[in-house]
């Protein structure tokens, strides 16, 4: 999967970034390498859904896919 980031230089120094697609989903770092190793985690973070807590009838199936 590929996803678009925007990376902002922030006004306290270092680095904010959003990613458009997935709403909510932002990071940050004091340095660019500190950036794009909490995005990947905030990426993943954002796509992790706890079923556990959506009603799931016995009829209904839960599939892991990969895009």
Sequence with gaps: MK???IVHEAEEG????????????ATQGD????????????VEG???VDVKDIHISPNDK??????
């Design 14 to 25: 270092g680095y904010w970034a959003e990613v458009p697609a997935i709403p909510g989903c």
């Design 46 to 48: 954002c796509l992790s």
């Design 31 to 42: 340095t660019f390498d500190e950036l794009l190793k909490n995005l990947y985690d905030a």
């Design 62 to 67: 839960v599939l892991d896919i990969a895009v």
């Design 3 to 5: 996803l678009k980031v």
